[in-house]
């Protein structure tokens, strides 16, 4: 006999594979990553897509006009999609539509343990870190930046799910955890038969992401550190640590954001665990606290 937890992860897992359950992703975050990681990507092909997503086009040239992007003395408002498209560059525009993409998908979603603006804050300011940190990173050079964003986006995903489609049994599972103070995954293992990180994995799976963003998202709460902080071999742990390590960063009081303030110093050991020197310490929050000002961290509510 299955005990009572099995049971619920083997129903959890089923729901996950369901096609009719799991929301699906819109198809404009498909077709804009391809066109813009192909070579021959070009701004004419990438324009009509976000045209034909009209509030994606509202947001590119939103952020496009904002003082961030608009040189000094060039007015705000960016009326051009073309001109708005060269000032984000690729990389901030396949960001956006996978932002957009998957806070639209689960729009609808009922959202009872969690403040919805808290929850995709917290998983863009991870997304911006990880990158962040992947740009920096030695173990992940033949890793483009971009994937370790959408690991940090979708790392806690699996928590919407088990609030959505496992309210009761979720709900008391996050009570618990707080009145034990013991980390939600250890909780959700021991009632839930499987954690927020693993039922995550099972979705971006299930969405056709790469293996190193499912590795990244299964195992971002695993104490994956060596004791002499080194970088891991396979580049796909050192995606999970990166994730970690965001994940972290992304609670620091100074980021204001999340019930809980985080802790993490950027140690040498820390960094070198993730496959960065300490001299490229002061690079790294640098480009942090850049990414979090460029991100649209502060001005997210209205995506739908
Ligand atoms: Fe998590
Ligand atoms: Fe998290």
């Not at 994940?247 to 950027?266: C, D, H, Q, S």
Request: glycine share 8%; charged share 25%; net charge neutral.
């Amino acid at each position: 006999m299955p005990s009572r937890a099995e049971a619920i992860a083997k129903t959890i897992r089923e729901r996950v594979r369901d096609v009719t359950v799991l929301p699906t992703l819109p198809v404009v975050v498909e077709r804009l990553r391809e066109a813009l990681a192909g070579s021959e990507s070009n701004a004419a092909q990438v324009a009509e897509i976000i045209r034909g997503d009209p509030p994606l086009m509202a947001r590119v040239l939103r952020l496009a006009g904002s003082s961030f992007y608009t040189p000094a003395g060039a007015p705000l408002g960016a009326k051009n999609l073309s001109l708005a498209i060269v000032r984000l560059g690729f990389d901030t525009l396949r960001e956006i539509g996978v932002t957009t993409g998957v806070i639209r998908a689960f729009h609808h979603m009922h959202f009872g343990a969690f403040r919805r603006e808290e929850f995709w804050r917290h998983s863009i300011l991870t997304a911006v870190c990880a990158e962040s940190l992947a740009v920096y990173s030695d173990g992940l050079t033949a890793v483009l930046p971009s994937e370790l964003y959408v690991a940090g986006l979708l790392h806690d995903i699996g928590m919407i799910f088990l609030d959505q489609f496992f309210n009761d049994e979720f709900t008391a599972v996050m009570l618990l955890s707080r009145s034990s103070q013991t980390a939600a995954p250890a909780v959700e293992r021991a009632w839930l038969g499987i954690d927020h990180a693993e039922v995550g994995a099972l979705m971006v799976e299930q969405w056709g992401m790469s293996p190193l963003i499912t590795h990244a998202v299964r195992r971002h709460h695993d104490d994956l550190w060596e004791p002499d902080g080194r970088a891991p071999a396979e580049a796909r742990d050192t995606a999970a640590r990166v994730v970690n390590v965001a994940n972290r960063i992304a609670r620091l009081p100074e980021y204001g954001f999340g019930r809980k303030g985080g802790t993490v110093v950027l140690s040498r050991s820390l960094l070198a665990g993730i496959g960065v020197p300490i001299e490229r310490a002061g690079r790294v929050r640098d480009r942090i606290d850049d990414e979090v000002r460029q991100s649209e961290v502060f001005a997210l509510v209205d995506v739908n």
